[in-house]
T-cell receptor, first 117, second 112 residues
Framework: DTGVSQDPRHKITKRGQNVTFRCDPISEHNRLYWYRQTLGQGPEFLTYFQNEAQLEKSRLLSDRFSAERPKGSFSTLEIQRTEQGDSAMYLC???????????????FGAGSRLTVL | DAKTTQPTSMDCAEGRAANLPCNHSTISGNEYVYWYRQIHSQGPQYIIHGLKNNETNEMASLIITEDRKSSTLILPHATLRDTAVYYCIVSSNAGNNRKLIWGLGTSLAVNP
């Protein structure tokens, strides 16, 4: 296990369809984050898991979005009834627990790029 | 979390040092300065972080002013592969902090 894996890397879908993204974090990392990034902007926080518990959700995460991490390992992010405004890069990141000085050292995946037509 | 201000873009000649500034005048005492970079079409990559002392690792050096209101990321010998967007983020490591707030970053172009 050499890093955070995301699948698929690219997804093109029609408006109104559902899409699901998967993230496999580094195996010993119990904290997992989802971010969204649109062109020319920095990443925006969506949600955060500690093990299987979803501890925080951004206001950006509308009721069409749902994220799970059922066994505290991989996570999925589902978008229902996609809209053109959902077109973005969806980034997953992970880190180990602990309150050391490196608490915000995240390892990111390569991202899943969504295009909604 | 405190906000940061970075130049929109910078250029650097290959082989020269790249000095990327960041202002964080409202930083509080328990907030660290983190630097990440993002190469085109890839996820962000952690570079370095510090609290008040200067830090150095295999990728870069971080110089934080004594009043902690600004910092500079130094890439000592920039290469073409260092062309990327560089993000400066300040964040507490306190237990309730669970996310990073990202700005627009500095787009660094390393030229041959």
């Amino acid at each position: 296990d050499t890093g955070v894996s995301q699948d698929p890397r690219h997804k093109i879908t029609k408006r109104g369809q559902n899409v699901t993204f998967r993230c496999d974090p580094i195996s010993e990392h119990n904290r997992l984050y989802w971010y969204r990034q649109t062109l020319g902007q920095g990443p925006e926080f969506l949600t955060y898991f500690q093990n299987e518990a979803q501890l925080e959700k951004s206001r950006l995460l509308s009721d069409r979005f749902s994220a799970e991490r059922p066994k505290g390992s991989f996570s999925t992010l589902e978008i229902q009834r996609t809209e053109q405004g959902d077109s973005a890069m969806y980034l997953c990141a992970s880190r180990p627990s602990g309150g050391s000085s490196g608490a915000n050292v995240l390892t990111f995946g390569a991202g899943s790029r969504l295009t909604v037509l | 979390d405190a906000k940061t201000t970075q130049p929109t873009s910078m250029d650097c000649a290959e082989g020269r040092a790249a000095n990327l500034p960041c202002n964080h005048s409202t930083i509080s005492g328990n907030e660290y300065v983190y630097w990440y970079r993002q190469i085109h079409s890839q996820g962000p990559q952690y570079i370095i972080h510090g609290l008040k002392n200067n830090e150095t690792n295999e990728m870069a050096s971080l110089i934080i002013t004594e009043d902690r209101k600004s910092s500079t990321l130094i890439l000592p010998h920039a290469t073409l592969r260092d062309t990327a967007v560089y993000y400066c983020i300040v964040s507490s490591n306190a237990g309730n902090n669970r996310k990073l707030i990202w700005g627009l970053g500095t787009s660094l172009a390393v030229n041959p």
